[in-house]
């Protein structure tokens, strides 16, 4: 950080309040950050091989990391991800659809159906 202090101008270095600033805006992830972040909630699909339980409970887990992420918003990035076969499927039960819950549920019978991925949505 002594980089960064020695940046600071005389008035930045006086008042605590503007080194606080300073170092969250050098050292915390912004909102902004946690949208562009490459596990994001927003760009993670789920992988060859993950098993639903696993992806669905890692994008609850990365909705948590950003606020005002509303339960709809979670239902559409966990189908979203889902690989095509299973969320194909998935969607043609959408009349059942009223939670995460429900969408796991849905894609977790697809996939003990045996229900296969081209690796199209592979990451």
């Known amino acids: 950080m002594t980089g960064i202090y020695d940046g600071l101008s005389a008035i930045q270095k006086r008042s605590t309040e503007s080194l606080l600033k ?16 490459t596990e994001s ?4 699909n789920q992988k060859s091989g993950e098993k639903v339980r ?3 409970a ?45 969408i796991s549920t849905l894609a977790k019978v697809a996939e003990a159906a045996g229900i296969e991925t081209t690796g199209a949505n592979e990451v």
């Open 58 to 102: 890692a994008m609850q887990k990365l909705a948590r990391r950003i606020p005002a992420v509303d339960d709809d918003l979670q239902k559409c990035m966990v189908l979203r991800g889902l690989q095509p076969q299973i969320k194909a499927f998935v969607l043609q039960h959408a009349g059942d659809i009223h939670t995460v819950g429900d």
């Open 41 to 44: 909630v927003f760009n993670r």
């Open 54 to 56: 696993d992806y669905v």
């Open 22 to 37: 300073e170092f969250e805006q050098y050292f915390c992830p912004s909102p902004m950050d946690q949208v562009l972040n």
